[in-house]
């Protein structure tokens, strides 16, 4: 069935939450030769014919992901004049690793990251043992407005920042750290992982976050790994109608945990057997 709007009518701008899994992409913006999360993107769009190039259907992104970094709710902006197809199928156009859970149309003036409303990132340690309780009151000490000058890379932007929500908790058996604020610094969200892991193992107290938060030392920290980071919200505060996943992404979820869970069990297996050969 043709859609409605015809290749001449005026285009109408979308938001699409987007999910992505980042392990095997060299980040979400756009590299000349190597994958991308947006590179993809845009190569569904484009062979879909929403939009000829990325500045003729202007798209934006809500932010940028670093390699390794996944997302539950990136979002993703465009113009089109073709809406009904890019709801109706964008979905099957994606790779298994990329999908997109829903939509919203938005003004034609709209801008993912300028207008957002608040950022919640997650990250998801797989540590045994932490002090969960002592991580989450370490947690809230970055709560309001601080200068993260000594947990990112600052790189000449304002290196104040303000927290509105900082937790740490246990879901599904893995300890969590989640935070919410309207804007976050390079690697700062990883860096605040590194800083309550050593909280959590007891390395370090919940002073040497105060410390740094007030300036009081130079000692700086290495970010935490990016595979346990998620872009988890971005909140603009309207709804985002939701989008069906093809089966592929389900089909290859369900594959790509199954393989994960043999190769935990391989691992186990190999390095328990090779201490009994000592």
């Known amino acids: ?11 109408v701008r979308l938001a699409f939450r987007t999910g992505y899994l980042g392990d095997r992409f ?3 913006q756009v590299q000349a030769d190597a994958r991308t999360v947006e590179g993809d993107f845009l190569a569904a769009c484009i062979r879909m014919e929403l939009f000829s190039t990325p500045r003729d259907g202007r798209f934006q992104a809500a932010g940028r992901t670093d390699r390794g970094v996944n997302a539950r709710a990136q979002v993703f902006s465009f113009s089109t ?11 099957w156009q994606l790779p298994h690793d990329i999908w997109v859970t829903g939509y919203a149309p938005v003004a034609s003036s709209f801008n993912p990251r300028r207008e957002a409303v608040s950022r ?4 998801y340690f797989s540590e045994p043992d932490l002090d969960v309780q002592g991580m989450d009151r370490a947690s809230r000490l970055f709560e309001g407005l601080h200068d993260f000058s000594l947990f990112a890379r600052v790189e000449g932007k304002d290196p104040e920042r303000t927290v509105s929500s900082s937790r740490v ?11 919410t604020a309207c804007s976050f610094l390079w ?8 800083a309550l892991l050593l909280v959590g193992t007891c390395a370090q107290s919940e002073d040497c976050i105060r410390s740094r938060l007030e300036g009081d030392t130079n000692s700086r920290i290495s970010p935490a790994a990016p595979e346990g980071l998620v872009l988890w919200d971005v909140s603009y505060g309207f709804p985002f109608l939701p989008l069906t996943v093809d089966t592929r992404t389900r089909e290859h979820f369900v ?19 090779g201490e009994s050969l000592k």
């Open 120 to 123: 919640t990132y997650r990250y």
């Open 26 to 28: 060299f980040g979400s």
């Open 255 to 273: 594959n790509r945990r199954l393989y994960h869970r043999r190769m935990s069990l391989m691992l186990d297996a190999v390095w328990n057997d």
């Open 1 to 11: 069935m043709e859609e409605i709007h015809p290749r001449d009518a005026s285009p």
């Open 169 to 179: 908790f246990v879901e599904h058996g893995y300890c969590v750290f989640e935070v």
């Open 81 to 91: 004049p073709y809406p009904e197809r890019a709801i109706a199928a964008l979905n």
């Open 187 to 194: 690697h700062m969200v990883r860096n605040m992982a590194s």
